[in-house]
């Protein structure tokens, strides 16, 4: 099993920069990366960004690129979203996720274990 804990959100202004931590524990080491994900309101859930544990490559969706970084501390089991530029619709609920499977992170399906969301708010 793994656990994982996340933290950073909040309500922000447009415009504004927010940073979310995912700490994760237990049974790690079968871990192949990390995803942010988020779920707004009558919308099913959508891949944001993801990033190997090994060697660090990342992915984003289209409509965060050059907005949102992803990165990692190994040493803490860590991943951080960091999110500049906030835009009213990226209101939605943020959750991390970790898959031990090798491909195709950006499907929900993919992913063994999952945060229990963070609310994250851009008000106009």
């Known amino acids: 099993q793994v656990q994982l804990v996340e933290s950073g959100g909040g309500l922000v202004q447009a415009g504004g920069s927010l940073r979310l931590s995912c700490a994760a524990s237990g049974r790690t080491f079968s871990s192949k990366a990390m995803g942010w994900f988020r779920q707004a309101p009558g919308k099913e859930r959508e891949f944001v960004a993801a990033i190997s544990w090994t060697i660090g490559t990342t992915y984003y969706t289209d409509s965060v690129k050059g907005r949102f970084t992803v990165s990692r501390d190994n040493a803490k089991n860590t991943v951080y979203l960091q999110m500049n530029s906030l835009k009213p619709e990226d209101t939605a609920v943020y959750y991390c996720?970790?898959?031990?499977?090798?491909?195709?992170?950006?499907?929900?399906?993919?992913?063994?274990?999952w945060g229990q969301g963070t609310q994250v708010t851009v008000s106009s």
């Open positions: 996720a970790v898959t031990e499977s090798g491909n195709s992170w950006y499907q929900p399906h993919r992913y063994n274990y």
